[in-house]
């Protein structure tokens, strides 16, 4: 069974700093990856989607890293504002219907 | 530009009663997904659909049941529901199954049951 951990659970950074947001995978036969953002009280808006055959995927201040060999995936937010600031979800898409999601990290970007 | 659309965004039940979840998408997705997300856990998938008259269980299907009369709508229901099912309920659509299309979702519908 595929499981997806995203570690921090949270985090608190000062406006402007990197973000690094980790998560692992423990099947790699996977077909893509994708990052989602939820802010409270809302639904999933999809960030980027990785397809299994790339390394990375890059959307304005956002990139993502896929090293499916090792299980693992990095989501970078560059130059971090207080809009960033929400539950980041990492999702693994194997070769069925399914997506198995990670519980997610939760950001704060303080002013 | 609707995307997803649920219905109700709040309910509370009793222990026993029964409701219907509404799902309505306006992409012409075929692919149609309800999940359930509690606290520190990620989406865990109840049920899925491939298209119109045909439904799937996920990975927690017990007490849920599901329907696709319609291509545009997905619809999730609890026939006594349980404490345990208490949780916010996320409905998504995508437009194949394997593409590089990511799932849609709606806002989620917050279900307390007492």
């Known amino acids: 069974k595929q499981e997806v951990t995203q570690i921090p659970a949270a985090l608190s950074v000062p406006e402007g700093e990197n973000l690094v947001l980790n998560c692992s995978f423990t099947?790699?036969?996977?077909?893509?990856l994708q990052w989602f953002r939820q802010d409270p009280g809302k639904g999933l808006t999809s960030l980027l989607l990785i397809q299994s055959s790339q390394r990375e995927q890059t959307s304005g201040r956002l990139n993502a890293s896929l090293d499916k060999s090792s299980g693992r995936s990095t989501l970078y937010i560059a130059a971090s504002q207080p809009g960033d600031s929400a539950t980041y979800l990492c999702a693994v898409r194997p070769n069925d219907y399914k997506l198995s999601f990670g519980a997610g990290t939760t950001v704060t970007v303080r002013a | 530009n609707a995307g997803v659309t649920q219905t109700p965004k709040f309910r509370v039940l009793k222990t026993g009663q029964s409701m219907t979840l509404l799902c309505a998408q306006d992409m012409n997705h075929e692919y149609m997904y309800w999940y359930r997300q509690d606290p520190g856990m990620g989406l865990r998938l109840i049920h899925y659909?491939?298209?119109?008259?045909?439904?799937a269980k996920g990975e927690v299907p017990d007490g849920y049941n599901v329907s696709r009369l319609k291509k545009q709508n997905f619809l999730l229901g609890l026939e006594s529901a349980a404490p345990s099912q208490t949780s916010v309920y996320f409905c998504?659509?995508?437009?194949?199954?394997?593409?590089?299309?990511?799932?849609?979702f709606g806002d989620g519908t917050r279900l307390s049951i007492l």
């Open positions: 998504a659509s995508s437009l194949q199954r394997i593409s590089n299309q990511p799932q849609h």
């Open positions: 659909s491939v298209g119109e008259g045909t439904t």
């Open positions: 099947d790699s036969a996977i077909y893509n």
